[in-house]
């Protein structure tokens, strides 16, 4: 599997999407701010759940530090609204079905389940800063603790 290509310290790529309400969502709206970018494989799927729930549960403490959670997935504007209401989400998913966010992040690889091949999103988040830089990388999230863990790195880093 390829690593991601994108690195600390370089700009974020810029991507326009449709939230979960069919509302274009830009990367660039949030200039001036910290910005926590989550890339999951798919709505109500176990993993994907906890680690949705997890960023919900943080919210407050994400918003005290003067940031915004952003979770992208290629799920569709109606499934992306129905994970929402069905695990009452505060904050906004991103329908990225054409894949630009997921393929300019570097996410969108081969993955292998039971020797099978086949392309997904690779469970990675990337912490913007106010400037648009990449502050921070996690790769191969594992979700227990992982909304913790981006909020303590934002308040080290802030």
């Known amino acids: 599997m390829a690593e991601i290509a994108l690195k600390v310290g370089e700009k974020a790529p810029d991507f326009a999407l449709l939230n979960q309400d069919g509302a274009e969502i830009a990367l660039a709206d949030f200039s ?3 910005v926590v970018l ?13 680690e949705a729930c997890d960023f919900t549960a943080g919210l407050k403490d994400f918003e005290r530090e003067d940031s915004i959670v952003l979770g992208v ?3 569709s504007v109606k499934s992306h609204a129905k994970f929402i209401d069905k695990q009452n989400l505060a904050h906004t998913l991103l329908a990225d079905t054409e894949r ?3 393929t300019a ?6 993955k292998s389940m039971y020797g099978r091949k086949y392309m997904g999103v690779a469970r990675t988040t990337f912490l913007i800063d106010p ?3 990449i502050a921070f990388i ?8 992982h909304a913790a863990i981006v909020l ?4 080290s880093l802030k």
């Open 38 to 50: 989550y890339f999951y494989p798919k709505d109500s799927t176990s993993g994907c759940t906890k």
């Open 152 to 155: 303590e790195k934002l308040r």
């Open 73 to 75: 997935s290629p799920d």
């Open 100 to 102: 630009v966010a997921l």
């Open 105 to 110: 992040y570097g996410v969108w690889r081969e």
């Open 32 to 34: 001036g701010k910290w």
């Open 138 to 145: 996690w790769e191969k999230v594992s979700v227990t603790n």
């Open 131 to 133: 400037q648009g830089k």
